[in-house]
């Protein structure tokens, strides 16, 4: 198994990350992965993202391994922005290999459903009247429910 989490301020290769879940394996068959962007709706200027640096990397590898613990999976690659982000910029990957797509897709979808939720980031939105920070939705919780 080979999983790897990076929080980082630079951008990253959707391309060469998700060729990146296969590379040297012959038994991989099924990819799913997860590009999320900063949405630009409204009023959105920008959106900066703080974390605790050793906190926010052990949440996201017990993330990772919670699925890899419900689904066969061969590889896992999570990156996470942080920092000042403008709208339409690369903000989260999420990409999982498994030998069967329902795994794949199952646990992409747990991942990413728990690191909207779980994962000790603090989001502050900037608009034209001013700033604030953010809470996690309450969509956001009840898409956690399917996990339980």
Same mark, same amino acid.
């Given at each position: 198994? +080979?999983? /790897?989490? +990076?929080? /980082?301020?630079?951008?990253?290769?959707?391309?060469?990350?998700?060729?990146?879940?296969?590379? %040297?394996? +012959?038994?991989? %068959?099924?990819?799913?992965?997860?590009?999320? !962007? @900063?949405?630009?709706?409204?009023?959105?200027?920008? #959106?900066? &993202?703080?974390?605790?640096?050793? #906190?926010?990397?052990?949440?996201?590898?017990?993330?990772?391994? =919670?699925? =890899?613990?419900?689904?066969?999976?061969?590889? @896992?690659?999570?990156?996470?922005? @942080?920092?000042?982000? &403008?709208? %339409? =910029? $690369?903000?989260?990957?999420?990409?999982?290999?498994?030998?069967?797509? /329902?795994?794949?897709?199952?646990?992409?979808?747990?991942?990413?459903?728990? !690191?909207?939720? $779980?994962?000790?980031?603090?989001?502050?939105?900037?608009?034209?009247?001013?700033?604030?920070? @953010?809470?996690? $939705?309450? +969509?956001?919780?009840?898409?956690?429910?399917?996990?339980?």
């Amino acid at each position: 198994m +080979s999983s /790897q989490v +990076s929080v /980082q301020h630079e951008d990253f290769d959707v391309g060469a990350e998700t060729a990146g879940l296969s590379r %040297g394996r +012959s038994d991989t %068959g099924a990819i799913a992965s997860f590009l999320g !962007l @900063v949405r630009g709706d409204g009023a959105l200027a920008a #959106m900066t &993202l703080e974390h605790y640096p050793a #906190m926010t990397e052990k949440a996201l590898a017990g993330i990772v391994a =919670e699925a =890899e613990s419900r689904w066969p999976l061969l590889a @896992v690659r999570v990156i996470h922005r @942080v920092g000042r982000l &403008l709208p %339409g =910029e $690369r903000i989260v990957f999420v990409g999982v290999a498994s030998s069967h797509r /329902q795994a794949a897709f199952e646990a992409c979808a747990f991942i990413m459903d728990y !690191l909207k939720t $779980r994962a000790p980031f603090w989001k502050k939105e900037e608009t034209p009247a001013g700033s604030r920070w @953010v809470d996690a $939705r309450e +969509s956001d919780e009840a898409a956690l429910t399917r996990w339980a």
